[in-house]
């Protein structure tokens, strides 16, 4: 049983900073691209970066400046730095991981507002 617990969610002001974690446990042993998704409501998920295997990312155009991904040493850990937080931010954000054999996994989401 792969399980991916987020964690880091939560209310803040506008302009301010949060950091989200992922950590995957279970029987998973090669990860190819490590991400977080956003589902606000009304509207669609949509990817807001992911990292891969080699060190790239690819970042949202609505959240380049502002966020950072990275991948923890152990490989089997995400975090998002978010800074400067807009309320359009405001979303459940979901860490996804796809293994080796291209299996994909999800976690439960965590809750992201940015409101005064």
């Known amino acids: 049983q792969v399980q991916l617990v987020e964690s880091g969610g939560g209310l803040v002001q506008p302009g301010g900073s949060l950091r989200l974690s992922c950590v995957v446990s279970?029987?998973?042993?090669?990860?190819?691209?490590m991400g977080w998704y956003r589902q606000a409501p009304g509207k669609e998920r949509e990817l807001v970066a992911a990292i891969h295997s080699g060190g790239t990312t690819t970042y949202a155009d609505s959240v380049k400046g502002r966020f950072t991904i990275s991948r923890g040493s152990a490989k089997n850990s995400v975090y998002l730095q978010m800074n400067s937080l807009k309320p359009e931010d405001t979303a459940v954000y979901y860490c996804n991981a796809v293994a080796g054999t291209w299996r994909t996994y999800w976690g439960q989401g965590t809750q992201v507002t940015v409101s005064s």
């Open positions: 279970g029987s998973i042993f090669s990860i190819n691209v």
